[in-house]
């Protein structure tokens, strides 16, 4: 049962509001969009998880979990994809009854979180926003028609205490942090599609700031400027946050705690995603490690037993040992985690440059997008599209994929080159009632079954997936189809926009590591920071009409964000001028980096083989052996430490020449 501290049962549907006492009047339940609440002097308190089960068609998804959430915690809900994570937050807002077990939560606390859906109206952004604050929107309604001078006098001193005057430029301020300029609040919804839509409700929701607020991946309908804005606007929030998110960097800035969901059960973990990692390995090492000896105890028990349970002598110590089996509690080893990585299929080499821009206009129909384009991509590039919405990203993306053609100017393409394009709505454009296994034979028709099994099994898809309508799979099961579709043909430049969206982190870090090892170029648009900071290399800004290498580094990127206004055209940090390096330049000092690190790949593996020497005991008989292999080891270290020195300051030359 769903109930409140004192007892009462809350009901928390896709859009009941229920006002506590203490504010004056309660409201009727209604349906809207978005559910939210207003905190009404609610004392600090906890939510609370008890002993609860339930199960879906059979399949148990909580057995006996438990958990305690103080007020004012920010929590990030983190477990395998399928494991019950949305049905918890279900289960929270009353929308599902509970097979047993309690979930209480503070008195008179009220639920918030966005729906699934969010439709378009004839109202106003603003005033759509303005609207989920159903309190706010009563009284003033209200206002207009009360002619009793007590009732007057309490609806003026409830606007007062809920900062009613303020409402408007508190709903533009969060509209601007996710994308909404002021002529855009102006528009009507139904003007917006339903991602734009979707940002809408989830202002509504932080707008109305409810006790508990539960988020369920809201990043998927955010570039990475909504995505940053979100992080730090959660990290700020004034009550209790539940996120469900994938995203990395919002688990470690936004939340405090980590609520991990997993066999069926719920642990509390105090600090980020980080912290929790580490310390989630280390209590699976020492799970490991006590079930292992565990195992040892009973072999070596079961053993005494098998021996001597026949022998009068032995009858009573083979009973005892007995009675010490059957009181053992088992200690299970942790299973792996079920994870696949991603195979991308590796290009021939193509001589540079493989895309090469002069002058280039691009944009839709009469009006450029972007203008006067002087850009280069080699296939060993890996380059992130940084800029606000709306300042030509997907543009440019298109451009580079051959979705879009030039308005003017020219662009030359290796003439062998392959494009892989891998887009947010291309996963929606897949055949619903088609399996995988149909797309992939669509375009390898003359291949046999079990080689287009591998090529879905390589990313992820085995073989009850394969066989599945492409309509009754996860997000993440279809974006993993989509980026199989993308580079099976193994493309030179692969043009990734949000590629994360409904991957898990597993899926997400094995991204990573794929576009780590691809041997083609990778042009990037993602709000996942974590990813781009580990595969990027080179960082353009697209902004006011123009793309330019940024001249400065993520974080600085990540500050300026958090810093300018939105009619501010965005700037890096200042550096001293200084002269752009040439291409060839360029090139020659990426080969010296290259030359640097295989150096101290080539000690490191020296200093391996002499500490196996030094290690081994034979050594030590002859004194000129110990000085022999002594002062190899201290001159391959000494050579380590130049090698190293070297590498550095060649990545910091090449660093210095690519930003120019």
Same mark, same amino acid.
């Given at each position: 049962?769903?109930?409140?501290?004192?007892?009462?049962?809350?009901?928390?549907?896709?859009?009941?509001?229920?006002?506590?006492?203490?504010?004056?009047?309660?409201?009727?339940?209604?349906?809207?969009?978005?559910?939210?609440?207003?905190?009404?002097?609610?004392?600090?308190?906890?939510?609370?998880?008890?002993?609860?089960?339930?199960?879906?068609?059979?399949?148990?998804?909580?057995?006996?979990?438990?958990?305690?959430?103080?007020?004012?915690?920010?929590?990030?809900?983190?477990?395998?994809?399928?494991?019950?994570?949305?049905?918890?937050?279900?289960?929270?807002?009353?929308?599902?009854?509970?097979?047993?077990?309690?979930?209480?939560?503070?008195?008179?606390?009220?639920?918030?979180?966005?729906?699934?859906?969010?439709?378009?109206?004839?109202?106003?952004?603003?005033?759509?926003?303005?609207?989920?604050?159903?309190?706010?929107?009563?009284?003033?309604?209200?206002?207009?028609?009360?002619?009793?001078?007590?009732?007057?006098?309490?609806?003026?001193?409830?606007?007062?205490?809920?900062?009613?005057?303020?409402?408007?430029?508190?709903?533009?301020?969060?509209?601007?942090?996710?994308?909404?300029?002021?002529?855009?609040?102006?528009?009507?919804?139904?003007?917006?599609?339903?991602?734009?839509?979707?940002?809408?409700?989830?202002?509504?929701?932080?707008?109305?700031?409810?006790?508990?607020?539960?988020?369920?991946?809201?990043?998927?309908?955010?570039?990475?400027?909504?995505?940053?804005?979100?992080?730090?606007?959660?990290?700020?929030?004034?009550?209790?946050?539940?996120?469900?998110?994938?995203?990395?960097?919002?688990?470690?800035?936004?939340?405090?705690?980590?609520?991990?969901?997993?066999?069926?059960?719920?642990?509390?973990?105090?600090?980020?995603?980080?912290?929790?990692?580490?310390?989630?390995?280390?209590?699976?090492?020492?799970?490991?490690?006590?079930?292992?000896?565990?195992?040892?105890?009973?072999?070596?028990?079961?053993?005494?037993?098998?021996?001597?349970?026949?022998?009068?002598?032995?009858?009573?110590?083979?009973?005892?040992?007995?009675?010490?089996?059957?009181?053992?509690?088992?200690?299970?080893?942790?299973?792996?985690?079920?994870?696949?990585?991603?195979?991308?299929?590796?290009?021939?080499?193509?001589?540079?440059?493989?895309?090469?821009?002069?002058?280039?206009?691009?944009?839709?129909?009469?009006?450029?997008?972007?203008?006067?384009?002087?850009?280069?991509?080699?296939?060993?590039?890996?380059?992130?599209?940084?800029?606000?919405?709306?300042?030509?990203?997907?543009?440019?993306?298109?451009?580079?994929?051959?979705?879009?053609?030039?308005?003017?100017?020219?662009?030359?393409?290796?003439?062998?080159?392959?494009?892989?394009?891998?887009?947010?709505?291309?996963?929606?454009?897949?055949?619903?009632?088609?399996?995988?296994?149909?797309?992939?034979?669509?375009?390898?028709?003359?291949?046999?079954?079990?080689?287009?099994?591998?090529?879905?099994?390589?990313?992820?898809?085995?073989?009850?997936?394969?066989?599945?309508?492409?309509?009754?799979?996860?997000?993440?099961?279809?974006?993993?189809?989509?980026?199989?579709?993308?580079?099976?043909?193994?493309?030179?430049?692969?043009?990734?926009? +949000?590629?994360?969206?409904?991957?898990?982190? %597993?899926?997400? !870090? @094995?991204? =990573?590591? &794929?576009?780590?090892?691809?041997?083609? /170029?990778?042009?990037?648009?993602?709000?996942?920071?974590?990813?781009?900071?580990?595969?990027?290399?080179?960082?353009?800004?697209?902004?006011?009409?123009?793309?330019?290498?940024?001249?400065?580094?993520?974080?600085?990127?990540?500050?300026?964000?958090?810093?300018?206004?939105?009619?501010?055209?965005?700037?890096?940090?200042?550096?001293?001028?200084?002269?752009?390096?040439?291409?060839?330049?360029?090139?020659?000092?990426?080969?010296?980096?290259?030359?640097?690190?295989?150096?101290?790949?080539?000690?490191?593996?020296?200093?391996?083989?002499?500490?196996?020497?030094?290690?081994?005991?034979?050594?030590?008989?002859?004194?000129?052996?110990? +000085?022999?292999?002594?002062?190899?080891?201290? %001159?391959?270290? !000494? @050579?380590? =430490?130049? &090698?190293?020195?070297?590498?550095?300051? /060649?990545?910091?030359?090449?660093?210095?020449?690519?930003?120019?």
């Amino acid at each position: 049962m769903l109930k409140s501290r004192d007892g009462d049962r809350l009901t928390a549907e896709n859009s009941v509001t229920n006002l506590p006492p203490a504010c004056n009047r309660r409201l009727q339940s209604v349906r809207q969009p978005l559910t939210h609440t207003r905190r009404c002097g609610m004392a600090a308190d906890m939510l609370r998880i008890d002993d609860i089960s339930y199960s879906i068609a059979g399949r148990p998804l909580f057995e006996h979990a438990s958990a305690a959430i103080p007020s004012g915690h920010k929590v990030g809900l983190v477990g395998p994809n399928g494991t019950g994570k949305t049905t918890l937050f279900k289960l929270l807002r009353g929308e599902l009854a509970l097979d047993g077990g309690d979930i209480s939560l503070p008195s008179r606390a009220k639920i918030g979180g966005v729906a699934q859906e969010a439709p378009g109206t004839a109202r106003s952004v603003l005033d759509t926003v303005l609207d989920a604050d159903t309190e706010r929107a009563a009284l003033l309604a209200e206002s207009e028609t009360a002619t009793d001078p007590h009732r007057i006098a309490e609806i003026q001193t409830r606007l007062a205490d809920i900062d009613a005057w303020s409402a408007e430029a508190r709903a533009a301020t969060i509209l601007r942090g996710l994308g909404f300029s002021t002529e855009d609040q102006a528009r009507p919804t139904s003007d917006y599609s339903g991602g734009w839509r979707m940002r809408v409700a989830l202002a509504g929701v932080l707008f109305a700031q409810p006790d508990l607020l539960l988020l369920d991946e809201p990043t998927n309908y955010l570039d990475l400027e909504g995505a940053l804005w979100l992080e730090s606007y959660l990290a700020r929030y004034p009550h209790t946050v539940i996120v469900i998110s994938h995203d990395r960097d919002l688990l470690n800035r936004a939340v405090g705690h980590i609520l991990h969901l997993e066999d069926r059960k719920l642990v509390l973990y105090t600090g980020g995603y980080d912290t929790f990692a580490r310390t989630r390995a280390e209590k699976r090492a020492l799970q490991a490690s006590e079930a292992k000896k565990q195992e040892a105890r009973r072999a070596h028990l079961q053993s005494f037993v098998d021996r001597f349970r026949a022998k009068a002598s032995k009858a009573v110590q083979a009973q005892a040992r007995i009675k010490m089996l059957a009181k053992m509690e088992p200690i299970t080893a942790p299973e792996e985690a079920k994870f696949h990585r991603f195979t991308f299929p590796a290009p021939e080499q193509l001589s540079p440059p493989i895309i090469a821009m002069e002058d280039v206009s691009v944009g839709y129909g009469d009006r450029a997008v972007l203008r006067h384009l002087n850009l280069r991509i080699d296939q060993d590039d890996r380059i992130a599209l940084l800029g606000r919405n709306g300042q030509g990203k997907s543009t440019l993306s298109k451009l580079l994929a051959e979705r879009l053609a030039t308005m003017a100017g020219r662009i030359t393409r290796s003439s062998k080159l392959r494009v892989g394009y891998f887009a947010q709505h291309q996963v929606d454009e897949l055949e619903l009632d088609e399996t995988p296994l149909d797309h992939i034979r669509r375009l390898r028709p003359s291949e046999a079954p079990a080689k287009l099994r591998a090529r879905l099994a390589g990313f992820g898809l085995m073989e009850a997936q394969a066989t599945t309508k492409v309509g009754q799979l996860s997000g993440g099961q279809k974006a993993r189809l989509s980026l199989l579709i993308a580079t099976i043909d193994a493309p030179h430049l692969l043009v990734l926009d +949000e590629p994360t969206n409904h991957l898990d982190i %597993e899926s997400r !870090e @094995a991204l =990573t590591e &794929a576009l780590n090892d691809y041997t083609g /170029a990778v042009v990037l648009v993602s709000h996942d920071m974590h990813l781009l900071s580990l595969v990027a290399e080179r960082l353009w800004l697209v902004d006011q009409g123009g793309v330019a290498p940024w001249q400065g580094d993520l974080d600085d990127y990540r500050a300026m964000l958090l810093s300018s206004s939105e009619d501010k055209p965005m700037r890096a940090p200042a550096k001293p001028a200084q002269k752009r390096a040439s291409r060839d330049e360029i090139l020659e000092l990426r080969a010296e980096a290259r030359r640097a690190e295989d150096r101290i790949t080539k000690l490191t593996e020296m200093l391996d083989k002499l500490g196996v020497k030094m290690a081994d005991p034979k050594v030590y008989d002859d004194p000129a052996e110990v +000085e022999k292999w002594g002062r190899k080891h201290a %001159e391959a270290t !000494e @050579a380590m =430490t130049r &090698a190293e020195s070297i590498w550095i300051k /060649a990545l910091e030359r090449l660093e210095r020449a690519e930003r120019g």
